[in-house]
């Protein structure tokens, strides 16, 4: 039945049964989570040999440099250059962190904050810095702003990345806009990959700041769930031909490739912002841990690795997002409750409810016994002005336990979409 056509008498037994199926959903007193992108214990147990492939102190070198001991600060230099692969640029603009790139983004947002840009004013020092967010995008990147006050601007996201007429024009007519978040491929919730197009316009686009900076999150950069794999164009490519590749900062990480909580993170940019980073963070540290750079590497070897490795977690992967995708299509299709893309990567299904419904059916879901990220979550203060975009995360639970979830999902968003539009016949 389509709800937004049927009428009012049709609404109303459909309701009956939704209530119905929802009152029998919370009484199995289910506690299941898809509230965030965690690797399900299946993806971590695939890194397990990792943990014992440095077993002898003679193996704990790296060239000259001995991992166990203090230096080296930008991280080993087999590790730079296994990141110099899988981002395609010289392994001198890499390096290599901890275990997690946002917490480098943050570090690299500080930086700009206390201390400024090459020849710039420190932002802190500023009257007002405002930040461009594609939404919906990644809630953490939003918290980072939010922390130090910036002033978020929603740039809508469309079929091939960020809306970049908005983007061109704001970033060219107002120096207090310093830059942009953006997940580049497979992006976090839609798993949609920037075209060639967007890049090139990043690349070339004029900024009224000197100090404009692009935050490049390439987290799922070999996340692909089929062997049809979308491509991203190398920004830094296009940059060097526009000269503009100070404004670029890359990121990407293990932590969905290896172990979650103890993966290898990195950054890759221009020589300036290398240097520049470099001399900040002597003061802030001695280096990262340079064992566990070295395991990834003898583990992994080469991007070759890698790649055959992701493979793994597609398998693993694959048939939970093809499970929630068939329930959604089957219970969903044809209804007028929400739409939803079809990723070819990453770790998410974006889900577009009917207007006005989103924060009902978070409700109805938690009632229920489902955890779901917040609804608003995918927007920068929260604020989803449609109320409409929902998170699915896939890949933590088990089969079994993500078909109930989705089950449930399903109903609760009939359920919230038939309220609706009885109200609006009211």
């Avoid at 942009?180 to 976090?188: G, L, R």
């Avoid at 003898?298 to 694959?318: C, T, V």
């Avoid at 990723?343 to 924060?359: L, V, W």
Wanted: hydrophobic share 40%; aromatic share 8%.
């Amino acid at each position: 039945m389509n709800i937004l056509t049927a009428d009012r008498a049709a609404l109303e037994a459909l309701h009956r049964d939704l209530t119905a199926r929802y009152d029998a959903c919370k009484a199995k007193g289910l506690k299941l989570d898809m509230s965030r992108g965690k690797p399900s214990k299946a993806q971590l147990d695939l890194c397990e040999p990792m943990l014992s492939v440095l077993t002898k102190s003679e193996e704990l070198t790296d060239g000259k440099t001995d991992v166990r001991n203090y230096g080296v600060l930008e991280g080993i230099a087999s590790c730079r250059a296994l990141f110099a692969e899988i981002l395609e640029v010289p392994a001198d603009n890499v390096i290599a962190g901890g275990s997690s790139s946002l917490n480098m983004m943050y570090d690299t947002m500080m930086r700009l904050w206390v201390f400024g840009a090459p020849g710039c004013t420190p932002w802190s020092k500023l009257d007002k810095v405002k930040w461009l967010c594609p939404a919906p995008g990644y809630d953490r990147h939003f918290a980072i702003c939010q922390q130090l006050g910036m002033e978020m601007i929603t740039v809508p996201m469309l079929d091939d990345g960020p809306d970049m007429d908005m983007v061109e024009k704001l970033a060219a007519e107002d120096p207090a806009v310093k830059g942009i978040w953006c997940v580049t491929k497979y992006s976090n919730p839609e798993g949609k990959t920037y075209s060639d197009e967007v890049v090139r316009r990043f690349a070339a686009m004029k900024t009224a700041a000197p100090d404009f900076r692009i935050f490049w999150d390439n987290a799922y950069i070999v996340h692909h769930l089929t062997d049809d794999h979308e491509e991203l164009l190398n920004i830094f490519d296009e940059a060097k031909k526009c000269g503009t590749e100070d404004r670029v900062l890359e990121f990407c990480s293990t932590s969905k490739i290896s172990f979650a909580g103890a993966g290898v993170a990195a950054m890759a940019a221009s020589d300036s912002n290398i240097a520049w980073t470099k001399k900040i963070m002597t003061v802030q540290t001695i280096s990262a841990d340079k064992i566990n750079q070295l395991r990834h590497v003898r583990f992994f070897k080469d991007r070759a690795g890698i790649e055959e490795h992701m493979k793994k977690h597609a398998a693993l992967l694959k048939p939970k997002f093809d499970m929630v995708l068939s329930m959604l299509e089957k219970n969903l299709g044809g209804t007028g409750a929400g739409s939803w893309h079809t990723p070819k990567g990453g770790y998410f299904i974006s889900f577009d409810a009917m207007p006005g419904c989103a924060k009902r059916i978070n409700q109805l879901c938690k009632e229920a016994g489902v955890v779901m990220t917040g609804a608003g979550a995918t927007f920068p203060y929260g604020n989803d002005p449609q109320d409409s975009n929902l998170r699915i995360a896939p890949s933590l639970p088990p089969v079994s336990e993500l078909e109930q979830a989705a089950e449930v999902f399903c109903v609760c968003a009939l359920l919230a979409a038939v309220e609706k539009r009885l109200s609006q016949l009211n």
